[in-house]
């Protein structure tokens, strides 16, 4: 069965600094791979997501996310923190069907 | 304007309550999912519904009964709650539960208090 980890529960950045949150992966075929982002008070809202094609995968608001066979990660990354990216981020994959594993999510501290 | 509505956005319901929770999809997609999302834990997928037919329960209690009337519509129904049952419900819908490369666009949640 697939699962998730994200390392850091809580990461902390100035603004104008790079962002590097953490995802590990685990599954048994090709996976499908995302990142989603939860803001105070609402639901989740995709970001970027991983289906084979290119493994750099660009997403909504300068993130970005490499997928690394080897090393089973797909960090998401953003060169320049800014503070509306101060929220909460799930990274999940699904193996084939729809069955989507979350990871427990690391929230985005960006102070001034 | 997320395209999945969730209504009502707060509930505050006793132990002997009943309630329902509702979700409505503009999107046209056929597969819809009800999330459980407490403090500290990862999301929890408590049911899926695929053409409208119940197609997972993930050995949730029975105090919690969903309901599909067609792909755009999904209730959950609430009956003799627990306090560890507060939490934040959240709705998703997806083009089809068999096309795992498609996201998930979800709704802005129930917070649910039970007392």
């Known amino acids: 069965a697939q699962s998730v980890t994200q390392l850091g529960s809580h990461v902390s950045v100035s603004e104008g600094a790079l962002v590097l949150l953490r995802c590990n992966y685990s599954s048994s075929v090709p996976p499908y791979l995302f990142w989603y982002v939860q803001y105070p008070n609402q639901g989740l809202q995709l970001l970027l997501k991983?289906?084979?094609?290119?493994?750099l995968v660009k997403g909504i608001n300068g993130f970005e996310a490499e997928f690394k066979k080897s090393e089973t990660s797909f960090h998401l990354t953003k060169p320049s923190a800014h503070m509306s990216d101060a929220a909460e981020y799930f990274c999940a994959v699904s193996e084939g069907f729809q069955k989507l594993v979350f990871g427990t999510g690391t929230r985005l501290l960006v102070s001034p | 304007e997320t395209g999945v509505t969730q209504t009502p956005r707060h509930l505050v319901m006793g132990m002997t309550n009943k309630k329902s929770l509702k979700c409505e999809q503009h999107l046209g997609h056929n597969a819809m999912y009800w999330y459980k999302q407490s403090a500290k834990k990862p999301l929890e997928l408590m049911f899926v519904y695929n053409f409208k037919e119940q197609t997972e329960n993930n050995s949730v209690p029975s105090r919690f009964s969903p309901e599909c009337p067609n792909s755009s519509h999904l209730f959950l129904h609430l009956h003799t709650l627990q306090p560890e049952d507060s939490a934040l419900y959240l709705c998703?819908?997806?083009?089809?539960?068999?096309?795992?490369?498609?996201?998930?666009?979800f709704g802005n949640g129930t917070r649910l208090t039970v007392t």
């Open positions: 991983y289906t084979s094609a290119a493994t």
């Open positions: 998703a819908s997806s083009p089809d539960r068999d096309r795992g490369e498609s996201p998930l666009h």
